[in-house]
């Protein structure tokens, strides 16, 4: 499957930014699905998950209550909804299909996926 991530962007802390994940698989609704980002200098960490079915979700700490990951799977794409917005939110942003994934499960670990996204960059300025 092929990942297109896109709606990053220049923005001022508090703002909002929503990102898109179109995958070109008509079995989207197969894959768990995630956003992971790369701040410069920094290791590519988990941002948020979302399972199969939609239903069930997991956040990085320090995005809860900020962040929201949906998908619609008729459409093939993940979305990430990001609030109030901070600079040390600032980072590539990568989405990530996993194959053969249980319907009500998310992985947080890079490596538990199979397809990555080009990323999109996302950059909050104070």
């Known amino acids: 499957v092929q990942l297109q991530a896109s709606g990053g962007g220049l923005v001022q802390d508090g703002d909002s930014l929503s990102l898109s994940c179109a995958a070109s698989?008509?079995?989207?609704?197969?894959?768990?699905m995630g956003w992971f980002r790369q701040a410069p200098g920094k290791e590519r960490e988990f941002v948020t998950a979302i399972s199969r079915n939609g239903r069930i979700t997991d956040y990085k700490d320090t995005v809860k209550g900020r962040f929201t990951i949906s998908r619609d799977n008729a459409k093939n794409t993940v979305y990430l909804q990001m609030n109030s917005l901070k600079p040390e939110d600032t980072a590539v942003y990568y989405c990530?299909?996993?194959?053969?994934?249980?319907?009500?499960?998310?992985?947080?670990?890079?490596?538990?996926?199979?397809?990555w996204g080009q990323g999109t960059q996302v950059t909050v300025s104070s």
């Open positions: 990530a299909a996993k194959a053969g994934a249980l319907a009500t499960y998310i992985y947080t670990l890079g490596p538990s996926y199979d397809y």
């Open positions: 698989s008509g079995t989207f609704r197969n894959y768990a």
